[in-house]
């Protein structure tokens, strides 16, 4: 298939790219490299040996940059990364991440149908499960609150593509709700290159043996976990980045999903829209922090801090949904993706050089 990939430059989208084209799909970039670097669109082509990923420096929220692209190409399907992920920031600039997640997905959606592509992979997040009801988490599991806009910006984008589906059933809408993820291709040459002081936990740990930052702060030793510190679904980028490549044949028109007590195999049947992607297992913060030391052998000093606003104790899916479907589980386990951040972090201190 020849696929758009929004986004296509940052951490997600340009490990994507890869396994796109290794499993003989070609693609299309579109990103305002707002959040990223066209350096990891290079080294993403380095690693393929080819010479160059086609790429497009434009905002979904440009309509008439948008039409550009799709004269110049045909596509089969979208897969939207494209967005703003900083959840802090998302509650001091609401109407920012309202206006470029919720709009810029608008503007692509109105424009994808006018050219009549009509399938398209939406990033979302565990995050639409708020505190989730059941742990592990289901598809099933409500969704719930959400503690910031970012979160909202998902939740919402979420309805409305499945109100467009459900009002044109031309169109497959694959929603992947990803957990945590974390680690690095393992060639080291592209990786997570976040601006300024990292809100997530592993590039911060990175950041933290690079000698980059004194100190990580655990945020909360008190939560009802086994070692009292948070405990999450991490999952390593080039599974989650495969987990794409599986959902592409949920646009295929053989494809069935497989009988289940809940839905019996049938000819035709319209693909079942969302999936956890996650591994299933939970880790603390602490498990995370020494699996880092035993693996790279690298200090990472750590003290506890008060909780952050907003975390929640734990939060774990089940993934069985994806592999009965789509075929796809998680292969790489905690020691991979501490390895694997690592060894980007350490070849990459000051994170991708200016193009
Ligand atoms: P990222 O910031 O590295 O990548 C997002 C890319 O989108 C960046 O290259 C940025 O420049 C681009 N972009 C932002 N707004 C744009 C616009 N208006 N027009 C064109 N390009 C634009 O983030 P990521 O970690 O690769 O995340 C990819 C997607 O997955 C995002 O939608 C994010 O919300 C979602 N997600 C990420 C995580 C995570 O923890 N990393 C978890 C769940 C969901
Ligand atoms: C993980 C654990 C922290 C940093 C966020 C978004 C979510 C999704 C993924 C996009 C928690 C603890 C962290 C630190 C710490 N993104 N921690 N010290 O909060 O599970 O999810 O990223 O959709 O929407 O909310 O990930 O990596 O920030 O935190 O102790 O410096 O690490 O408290 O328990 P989170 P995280």
Avoid at 161 to 166: E, H, T, Y
Wanted: hydrophobic residues 35%; charged residues 20%.
């Amino acid at each position: 298939m020849n696929i758009l990939v929004t986004g296509g430059a940052g951490f997600i989208g340009s490990h994507t790219l890869i396994e796109l084209y290794q499993a003989g799909h070609t693609a299309v970039v579109v990103d305002n490299l707002s959040n990223s670097n066209p350096v990891a669109l290079k080294r993403v082509a380095e690693i393929l040996s080819i010479p160059a990923i086609p790429f497009y420096h434009v905002d979904i929220r440009d309509r008439e940059g948008l039409e550009k692209v799709f004269a110049e190409h045909k596509f089969d399907a979208c897969i939207h990364f494209a967005g703003l992920k900083a959840v802090g920031e998302s509650v001091e600039k609401p109407w920012e991440y309202y206006e470029n997640n919720i709009g810029g997905t608008l503007t692509l959606v109105d424009v994808m149908r006018m050219h009549g592509c009509k399938n398209i992979i939406f990033s979302s997040s565990a995050t639409v499960y708020g505190d989730p009801a059941e742990i592990p988490i289901t598809e099933n599991c409500p969704k719930g609150q959400c503690t910031n806009p970012y979160g909202w910006t998902k939740s919402m984008l979420e309805q409305v593509l499945m109100d467009i589906q459900k009002a044109d059933p031309g169109w497959n809408v694959v929603l992947l709700r990803y957990f945590n993820p974390v680690g690095a291709h393992p060639s080291g040459r592209i990786g997570e290159n976040p601006n300024g002081i990292p809100n997530n936990l592993m590039p911060y740990i990175t950041q933290v043996a690079v000698g980059k930052r004194k100190e990580l702060g655990v945020f909360g030793n008190d939560y009802d976990t086994p070692d009292g510190t948070g405990v999450r679904d991490y999952i390593h980028v080039v599974d989650l980045a495969k987990a794409h490549v599986a959902a592409l044949q949920c646009f295929s028109s053989k494809f069935q999903v497989p009988s289940s007590k809940s839905q019996p195999s049938t000819l035709n049947l319209k693909p079942s829209t969302i999936y956890n992607i996650g591994t299933g297992h939970g880790y603390s913060v602490l498990d995370m922090v020494k699996a880092f030391v035993r693996v790279n052998g690298a200090d990472v000093p750590y003290s506890i801090k008060p909780r952050r606003a907003g975390d929640i104790a734990t939060c774990y899916c089940n993934p069985a949904k994806a592999k009965a479907e789509l075929g796809w589980e998680a292969k790489h386990g905690i020691d991979d993706m501490v390895r694997d951040s690592w060894n980007w972090q350490r070849n990459n201190p000051e994170g991708y050089p200016e193009p």
